[in-house]
């Protein structure tokens, strides 16, 4: 593995970080998990989208670049290096674009990818429902065949700013006969559709994003079903990969993160050898997940697949982000409580990792049993 960058990947990051340093909003845009916030996140993602850099590594008849995974990465690097804000869209152009691009059609890709890419269509993912969190193979909502298409019913919750979304995808039984993981199908849809009702709700930090998403005899196309009907589980797992593994959480994030932690430190730091341990490791432990994503990203460059393995990513990232957050509060002491302190907000959200994207204990059975084969 050569870990070196080339200078056409050098001038890449060069234009990047100039482009980011000029443009992104100061201050900080407000959260995006609130309507306002969602809104002026979108305008953000919009000039991001006029500049070409909000999906680099897609073709470019779809708003993309045609950049390597490589330069994905720098973008990325530096998108979090300059402090640019979250990406709302994150649900559709990180974990949808890749299974659309996978298992989509090219008229499901010709339609959804550009609306998806500028954030004129914004989607969030349906899975979890009141009886189904861990266990998705357990999910109540069906689809009912019909003329030209399909009947939805059923609920979904936990839905990440399905309040703000205009469309969602998500999982629906299409089999009742079917077991389990079989008989399934990943449906794709306006939440405009007639008969969908959206009804947000707040988390415990006020911030409304989240809502329950119901579906009373909604009538959607045939071309609404992503992949093959029935085999929705597998375009879910590729999705859920997504998360899980390379695309939601680019090393970039970790790696600025560990960068102002060290910034804390210098300013705050006193003599404490298990406070300096603490920031050393998130550090540490930051470079080796860049490390990691890079051997991840040679192997898909080499036409290989990723796998099972993305449980193991999910669990390092998601421990990593708790810990470097709170050697951060540490550091800060009592003025860690601050309302408007950045780090207090972002350990709090660290807390949700290892519940998100399939809880932590899901993920250590996953890689118990499908990366160490030890038995059931
Ligand atoms: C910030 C945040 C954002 C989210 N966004 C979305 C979203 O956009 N869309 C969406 O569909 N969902 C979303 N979720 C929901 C999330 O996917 C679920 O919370 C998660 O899958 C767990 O499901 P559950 O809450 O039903 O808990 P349960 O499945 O009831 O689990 C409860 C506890 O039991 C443990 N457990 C369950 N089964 C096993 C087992 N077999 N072995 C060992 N332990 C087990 C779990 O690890 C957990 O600790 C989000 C959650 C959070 C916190």
Redesign the pocket.
């Known amino acids: 593995m050569d870990l070196s960058w080339s200078d056409s990947e050098e001038t890449f990051r060069t234009e990047c970080r100039e482009w980011l340093a000029a443009n992104v909003p100061t201050p900080p845009l407000p959260s995006g998990d609130t309507r306002d916030g969602f809104a002026r996140h979108l305008e953000w993602e919009r000039t991001l989208f006029d500049a070409r850099y909000a999906v680099v590594s897609w073709p470019e008849e779809y708003g993309g670049r045609d950049a390597s995974l490589w330069e994905w990465l720098i973008f990325e690097e530096e998108y979090y290096r300059a402090g640019a804000p979250q990406r709302v869209t994150q ?1 559709g152009i990180f974990l949808l674009a890749p299974s659309i691009f996978e298992f989509g059609t090219p008229e499901q890709q010709a339609r959804l990818l550009p609306r998806m890419a500028s954030g004129e269509e914004a989607w ?5 429902e009141p009886n189904a ?3 998705l193979a357990g999910i109540q909502s069906r689809a009912v065949r019909d003329e030209g298409g399909w009947r939805l019913h059923g609920q ?1 919750t ?3 700013r399905g309040a703000f979304c205009t469309h969602l995808f998500g999982l629906f039984r299409s089999d009742p006969e079917a077991e389990r993981h079989r008989g399934l199908s990943y449906f794709l849809l306006p939440l405009d559709a007639e008969g969908v009702t959206v009804r947000g709700f707040e988390r415990l930090d006020g911030d409304e994003g989240f809502a329950e998403v119901f579906f009373d005899d909604v009538f959607v196309p045939d071309d609404a079903v992503l992949g093959e009907v029935d085999q929705g589980w597998k375009v879910a797992m590729a999705t859920t990969g997504s998360e899980r593994g390379l695309t939601l959480r680019s090393p970039g994030r970790f790696t600025a993160a560990a960068a102002r932690l060290i910034e804390l430190w210098r300013a705050r730091g006193g003599a404490d050898p298990a406070l300096r341990q603490a920031v050393t490791q998130a550090w540490m432990d930051a470079e080796a997940y860049r490390l990691q994503t890079l051997q991840t990203v040679t192997k898909l460059a080499d036409g290989e697949r990723t796998g099972a393995e993305a449980s193991l990513v999910k669990l390092f990232w998601s421990e990593l982000d708790v810990r470097l957050h709170d050697a951060a509060l540490v550091l800060l002491g009592p003025d860690a409580e601050r309302a408007d302190e950045p780090w207090i907000t972002g350990y709090q959200f660290a807390l ?1 990792g290892p ?2 994207a ?2 932590n ?2 993920q250590r ?1 996953v890689v118990a049993d499908r990366v160490l084969g030890l038995p059931r």
Do not use: H, L, R, V
């Open positions: 649900n969030c993912q349906g899975w979890s969190g861990s266990d979904k936990w839905t990440t949700a519940i998100y399939g809880t204990e899901i059975n």
